[in-house]
């Protein structure tokens, strides 16, 4: 595990899982019982709160605000200032996570309503906000969040832009 384990920078409760090569920049918060996987990246200035599940091989940018009961599975990627929210109601004694399966990619400044489930390999473009649950294989994007194309069609995109 690679982190500043200086109190001024950055905050890693003790009661949190830590997996093997983790890598958290400054000023990031870990709260209680949060579980992190193996090669897991989580960039500066980013809170992940109590009772959170993030699986292996996740890179977590900047900024990221992740609320208690939020659950990320493996291979994620989360853009900038992301934010999941888990309190349809604020402020209700009742919370609700957001759930964020395998293999989805998020763009930055994106916003999660409580509840929420991203199924696998989806990707939701930069500055969304997601209300509803997004299928596998989809590309959402949007005010709310709409389905505009199939992760296929996402990957010949990269694909061209890679070449």
Excluded: Q
């Amino acid at each position: 595990m690679t982190y500043s384990t200086n109190p001024i920078t950055n905050f890693i409760s003790p009661s949190a899982h830590i997996g093997k090569n983790v890598k958290i920049w400054h000023f990031a918060y870990i709260g209680d019982n949060t579980v992190i996987g193996d090669n897991v990246m989580i960039g500066s200035l980013t809170h992940i709160d109590y009772d959170v599940k993030i699986g292996n091989n996740c890179r977590i940018e900047g900024s990221v605000y992740i609320p208690p009961l939020t659950e990320i599975g493996n291979d994620v990627f989360i853009g900038p200032g992301t934010v999941f929210t888990n309190d349809p109601y604020p402020m209700s004694k009742k919370m609700i996570g957001v759930i964020i399966k395998d293999g989805v990619i998020i763009g930055g400044r994106s916003v999660f309503k409580p509840g929420v489930t991203v199924h696998k390999n989806s990707v939701v473009g930069m500055a969304s906000v997601v209300t509803k649950d997004v299928p596998p294989n989809t590309v959402v994007m949007g005010h709310p969040a709409i389905i505009k194309y199939s992760r296929e069609e996402y990957n010949i995109k990269k694909s061209r832009w890679n070449s």
